[in-house]
């Protein structure tokens, strides 16, 4: 006969223990948002989601708009740079967690962006995006 430390969890315990990981899932972006990534690795994540369309050099605008001190910016408000309507009528500042969410979903976000193909990147890579963005940034 086995004891009760050697049984399966209960049924219950299994759903409480589902719940959480479920919790986790969806705080993800705004959870990851939070954890440095290391620079090479954040660089590398920016060069493979954005490099192509955006700069990080101030005043260098490309098929997109460039990124320097883009967290605490409002957004669609870069002089110089042509966005998309409801790009210009968010009406929101760029935060970690705004950002974080735009790069994993940005039709979410700011539905009618034109960042078309572009489909959004990993909770994890996003989190690396904005660490580096912040980086290089000053923020």
């Known amino acids: 006969m086995r004891s009760r430390l ?46 192509t369309c955006h700069s990080v050099k101030d005043g260098d605008n490309r098929l997109g708009p460039n990124l320097n001190k883009i967290v605490g910016r409002k957004a669609g408000s870069l002089p110089n740079y042509n966005y998309s309507p409801s790009m210009k009528d968010a009406g929101f500042v760029w935060d970690q967690d705004k950002l974080t969410r735009f790069l994993v979903k940005p039709d979410e976000v700011v539905s009618g962006n034109k960042m078309q193909p572009y489909g959004g990147v990993s909770a994890e890579d996003a989190a690396k995006v904005v660490a580096y963005l912040q980086a290089v940034g000053g923020q």
Not at 18 to 46: C, K, V, Y
Request: net charge neutral; aromatic share 4%; hydrophobic share 40%.
């Open 6 to 51: 050697q049984m399966s969890p209960s049924p219950w315990l299994r759903s409480i223990a589902g719940a959480g990981a479920l919790t986790l899932l969806l705080s993800a972006p705004s959870s990851l948002a939070q954890q440095p990534a290391n620079d090479e690795a954040a660089q590398q994540a920016f060069n493979n989601s954005c490099r």
